[in-house]
């Protein structure tokens, strides 16, 4: 299944977005599945990447393009956590800006208690 929408108009929901996501990771997917607001951001980043792909013979600028815009859409699937997402991290921005704790957790101690889950079974 894809985000493709065909016929009367039928929205798809945010799970049936993610899922479609997953399994197809083509361009016209990926733009279904973004809000409309991004299309034009997305067309014109799209068409750069392929412009840049042709010149270098390299695909790599169109794959990370591709990737990061399908995750971007992942995110963009539940507009209330995007957000709120958004606004946390906005506030954190602010606060390290003003050299404030942001009562974060340094990456490498949450990589290492992930690890020690993921063996544990968790």
Known sequence: MTA????PAVTPTPQEMRVSLRNDRSPRNVRACLPV???MA?????????????DELDLTPLHQCM???????IVKTDP???TQM????????????????TD?????DAF???????????
């Open 80 to 82: 209330g956590g995007y």
């Open 104 to 108: 974060g957790v340094v990456w490498d």
């Open 4 to 7: 493709q929408l065909h016929g």
């Open 37 to 39: 607001t991004d299309h």
């Open 67 to 73: 990737e990061s815009w399908r995750r971007l859409a």
């Open 112 to 122: 290492t208690e992930r690890l020690r889950a993921r063996a544990a079974g968790g």
């Open 42 to 54: 997305f067309d014109e980043q799209y068409r750069e990447a392929l412009r840049r792909a042709a």
């Open 86 to 101: 958004m606004e946390s991290a906005e506030r954190i921005q602010h606060q390290v800006e003003r050299g404030e704790s």
